[in-house]
């Protein structure tokens, strides 16, 4: 699709033909008011300029149904741009269920990004388009933004949480991704390139390196048994701990009584703050790995737990509640 | 001149640098804050002079990144902050309400040392080495990771931050009670309402971003850890607290400019102001509604999605009081008698340029779109075209209005008439196209950037250097006029406050005799005192002008 916008980027995402009628629509009506105001501003300048030294003007002091006029009118332009803009939003907020995941990782001053099979892109990122596609974010150190000006998003990535942006390609192509949140010294060359491709092409370049050591599930499954966990966490449900088949995405029954999705910032939280959520029916035992684990392995991790959605899950020890809803 | 005024009262260093006459603590503030101009107006062209290719040939990107972190601090809370409230408010309120000082004169002088102090912990923070944080001194950078002067700064600014708290209360205690026999609330200039309001954010929103920058400044000496995720912290906390202060901020920046908008219209086109009680309740009501919107400076932070939708949805509630201002400003020109003198010139440049400033924030209001525009150089001019074109052309517009008062003195015309077109032009090359390289990707706070950027930043560089000219002949006419200039005489334009009504310059205790104010505010009909007869010459003589 070519831009329709003029001094816009190339419109390669699901999200940038909105953003760009978006701002087509903001720009028109406020070009409006200022074309009115402008104009009334000069016509009024000449039509009423001072014509001898002692003139003075007439002594209008107000309206108020013109007052009333020149708030309501601009509210209700307003509103119509609040919500367009939020119908768009709150899209961008809600991945649909069926992305393809890729994690990314910023870091002061580079950004890392891991493919499903487990291949790494240092400044890159490859993603096939007419795909959903989810970054999933975190950061090192200080607060990152992972923007593509040709897909009109952008997410930052902030340290001690996950933050996740979701777009779907639509146009092949390489297209700039800047940080755009200052990160210190080199914040203006911590960039690289979104490669577009077609489906085909994205899967025979995914499938033509090696990953097989690099795949994060199976990293993630020797970190689990290398830091123990799997002592507590037993697959059928006998251990100190619950059982992590089925977990992630279905509902968690808690010690107080509430609910919670397992997902990804679940699944770290436990990891670094175990006390924070203790499931119903288990005792506050699992020591914290805060410090212990890089972001990568912290993924690495998750990648496990997720892959181990599909295991059977046991009749007991699972802490997953009664009600049962999978994403 | 034969007369006795505040300026030629008393004479040598001590009785400038221990007055308690709000008239020369105003004139202290004018050094000040110029210098801090200076310094970061110095700042601003060594950046835009590097961004004039693509690799940036000027400085290192340590440097850069110091530059425009410096530039940040210097004008936002050295220069616009206490610019027209500092200067013009404390010299004119008590004329304007006809009385003697302001309700605290010791403390008055007490907030400029304050802010001479805090300046002088930034000016060291700037000379050993700077500070590269933004002036946003977003965490964890700022209290970890950066390797720069970070605590003289925030001690400075924390330090400031008593100033403008000070300054606040004394403003309010003022206008409620030391108003003049008749001068009612609905008498009063909008100047005094627009730094009523502008005083009730001062009092209000400072204390927070003191505390926001002591909890960063202990966070780096001490490693606590509020904001440090390693230690259980959240540096999305910080932002909350320091957006708390600084969105609201913004509006102590621009109330006071549009407070001054409101005086030079009505008096050069010689008639009320349209609609002064929507003027004088929307200065209120941007000081309230401008508390809420904090957030939408974090709509891409990962906020909850209904926090972002109700920031969204305020923030396009505080733009309506702001356009009523405009709409009732130019309905102000309607069957006025307007003329071309200098200050108009600064006004309708300020409405001009804040149209452009406060619509683009609805640009940046609109979740969907500043999911894009987030963090851009169209933020950059969005706020650029608010704080220099309208709070800075307000801040010079108003100088110039009251020059006449402040030195009994004319600058020349002519002269000046070039300058505000200068500022202008200027302006408008080196900002404009900054709009079109944030919606083209471009990030703010890059010393580096694609060279398909290139021509639009060498654009905004070819301004800037009109622009600086544009800022650089005031300085240098507005200081020859002090010792040069046509003598001024008590009103000379005429305008109708109650700061016209004594002599250029006033005397020190300002009025002879306390005045009873029974006239409309801007009433060019009742008011004989202003020589507007027929025949009679629009530039009345000065008094004892021997």
Known sequence: MQSQLPFSPDQASNFAPHVDDLMLFITLICLFFAVAVTAAIIIFFFKFHRKSPDEVGVPIHGDSRLEAAWMIVPLILAMAMFGWGAVVYVDYRHAPPDTLDIYVIGKQWMWKAQQPNGLREI?????????????????????????????????DVVPGHYNTMWFRPTKPGRYHFFCSQYCGTNHAIMGGWVTVMEPADYAAWLSGSSGAEANPVVAGEKLFAEKACVTCHVANGTGRAPSLNGVYGAKVLLADGSTVVADEAYIRESILLPNAKIVAGYQPVMPTFQGQLTEEQILSLTAYIKSLQSQPVPATGAGIAPTTEKR | ???????????????????????????????????????????????????????????????????????????????????????????????MIGAKDLAFPRINLLSWYIYMIGGCFALYSFATGGLDTGWTFYTPLSSIYSNSAVTPAVIGIFINGFSSILTGLNFIVTIHTMRAPGMTWFRLPLFVWAHYATSLIMILGTPVIAISLLLVGLERMFHLGFFNPALGGDPILFQHLFW???????????????????????????????????????????????????????????????????????????????AVKVFNWTSTLYKGSISWDTPMIYALGFIGLFLIGGLTGLFLACLGLDIHIHDTYFVVAHFHYIMVGGAVMGYVGGLHFWWPKITGRLYPEALARIA?????????????????LGYLG????????????QVLNVLSTAGASILALGYLLPMLYLTWSMRYGKVAGQNPWPATGLEWKTDSPPPTENFDVTPVVTWEPYDFQNRPDLGLTAGAPSLAPAHGDD
């Open chain 2, 1 to 95: 001149m034969p007369h006795e005024d505040y300026l030629n009262a008393t004479y040598g260093i001590r009785s400038w640098l221990l007055t308690t006459d709000h008239k020369r603590i105003a004139l202290l503030w004018l050094g000040s804050v110029t210098v801090f101009f200076f310094i970061g107006g110095l700042f601003a062209t060594m950046i835009r002079i590097h961004l004039l290719t693509p690799t940036g040939y000027l400085v290192t990107p340590e440097t850069y990144n110091r530059l425009f972190t410096m530039h940040g601090v210097a004008m936002i809370f050295f220069f616009l902050i206490p610019s027209i409230p500092a200067v013009l408010g404390n010299f004119l309120i008590p004329l």
């Open chain 2, 420 to 436: 505000a077109v200068t500022l202008f032009v200027g302006f408008n090359l080196t900002f404009f196209p900054q709009f079109i």
């Open chain 2, 442 to 453: 471009m990030p703010r706070r890059y010393h580096t950037y694609p060279p398909e950027f």
């Open chain 1, 123 to 155: 400044n890159e990122l490859h993603v096939p388009a007419g795909r959903n596609v989810r970054l999933i974010l975190a950061s090192e150190d200080v607060i990152h933004d992972f923007f593509v000006p040709a897909f009109r998003v952008k997410m």
């Open chain 2, 244 to 322: 708390f202060y600084s969105h609201p901020a913004v509006y102590i920046m621009v109330l006071p400019a549009m407070g001054v908008i409101s005086e030079i219209i009505p008096t050069f086109a010689r008639r009320p102001i349209f609609g002064y009680s929507f003027i004088a309740g929307s200065s209120i009501a941007i000081a309230v509604i401008g508390f809420f919107v904090w957030a939408h400076h974090m709509f891409v932070t990962g906020e909850s999605v209904y926090a972002a939708l109700t920031f969204s949805f305020l923030s396009y509630l505080v733009a309506i009081p702001s």
